[in-house]
């Protein structure tokens, strides 16, 4: 079974400053690798998706992320964040045979002024 | 494009009684998915949806949740009878299969008493 570990609970940092979230997997075969975005009160917003080729992926709102197979990594990063990136930040992967996502505990991030 | 929506948005009731949570996915896509997240977890598949059949609903605690998708469009998710543990935030997301990505309503944020 598939199954996503984000080590860091929470992160703060500086507006303008780069942002990096980790995101380690457990999965069999080729992943199909995810990463969301919930602001308070509100639902889930896909950032970005990887299934295969370019191991660099571009998503929305400034953000990219890298999938290492040799690490079972796919970490999200920012170069410069803004005060709205504030927000809960969830790792998933999904299995190829079916469409079911397993996600990570996620990670809180606070930006300060 | 009219995103997934979901009613009521918060609900508040006393440990035994029932509730029920509606969703509408968006037009056309043929897979939904309920989702618990319960605070500082990520969400937690409960079951899925194709068209109005059951998928996957291994997760699904049977003997207080029961969930219908009628017609393959709307579903309805009920806890009955509700226990203080289920507090949570209910989310349910539609995919149209393609490229597996899901798409989420804003949730709906359950407090029992």
């Known amino acids: 079974a598939q199954s996503v570990t984000q080590p860091d609970i929470h992160i703060t940092v500086s507006e303008g400053a780069s942002l990096e979230l980790r995101c380690n997997y457990s999965?069999?075969?080729?992943?199909?690798l995810f990463w969301y975005v919930q602001s308070p009160g509100q639902g889930l917003q896909l950032l970005l998706k990887y299934f295969s080729g370019d191991t660099l992926v571009q998503g929305i709102k400034g953000f990219e992320a890298e999938f290492k197979r040799s690490q079972s990594s796919f970490n999200l990063r920012k170069p410069s964040v803004h005060w709205s990136d504030a927000a809960e930040y969830f790792c998933a992967v999904g299995s190829s045979n079916d469409y079911k996502l397993s996600f990570g505990a996620g990670t809180t991030v606070t930006v300060r002024a | 494009e009219a995103g997934v929506a979901q009613s009521p948005r918060y609900k508040i009731i006393e440990k035994r009684q029932s509730v029920a949570f509606w969703c509408n996915p968006i037009?056309?896509?043929?897979?939904l998915y309920w989702y618990q997240q319960i605070l500082g977890q990520g969400p937690k598949l409960l079951i899925q949806f194709q068209n109005n059949g059951v998928v996957d609903d291994s997760q699904l605690p049977k003997d207080r949740f029961s969930a219908e998708r009628l017609k393959g469009v709307d579903s309805t998710l009920k806890i009955q009878p509700a226990k203080l543990e289920d507090s949570a935030v209910y989310l349910c997301?539609?995919?149209?299969?393609?490229?597996?990505?899901?798409?989420f309503g804003p949730g709906t944020r359950l407090t029992v008493t």
């Open positions: 037009s056309g896509h043929a897979t």
């Open positions: 997301a539609s995919s149209s299969g393609e490229y597996y990505e899901q798409y």
């Open positions: 999965y069999g075969a080729t992943p199909y």
